[in-house]
Nanobody
Framework: QVQLVESGGGLVQTGGSLRLSCVGS????????MGWYRQAPGEERELVAE???????KYADSLKGRFTISRGNAKNTVHLQMNSLKAEDTAVYYC?????????????WGQGTQVTVSS
């Protein structure tokens, strides 16, 4: 059974930094893409950033320059460095893994980690 486990969330003051990590397990696959989404109260889940195995990165336009995604050296790990945090970055952050294997798409989610930015 595939699991994605996030860590690194917490409470930080405006202007501070946090680093989120996600580790995937339970599969022989190397995920084609790993990324981060977030969902604030009353809002829809939105893409923060994702990174393909070949290195291609995609960011939400509003977050470019403050957030940096990276794949870890260990298989199926991904990190999100978040700098200059703002109150509006407060949300539950979810790790995501997706791709295609044997012509079948797959899509996995972590349980989420809370990030709270106090003003």
């Amino acid at each position: 059974q595939v699991q994605l486990v996030e860590s690194g969330g917490g409470l930080v003051q405006t202007g501070g930094s946090l680093r989120l990590s996600c580790v995937g397990s339970g599969t022989y696959l190397t995920f084609n893409s790993m990324g981060w989404y977030r969902q604030a109260p009353g809002e829809e889940r939105e893409l923060v950033a994702e990174m393909m195995t070949g290195g291609y990165q995609k960011y939400a336009d509003s977050l470019k320059g403050r957030f940096t995604i990276s794949r870890g050296n260990a298989k199926n790990t991904v990190h999100l460095q978040m700098n200059s945090l703002k109150a509006e970055d407060t949300a539950v952050y979810y790790c995501n893994a997706r791709g295609v294997e044997a012509q079948q798409p797959y899509y996995y989610w972590g349980q989420g980690t809370q990030v709270t930015v106090s003003s």
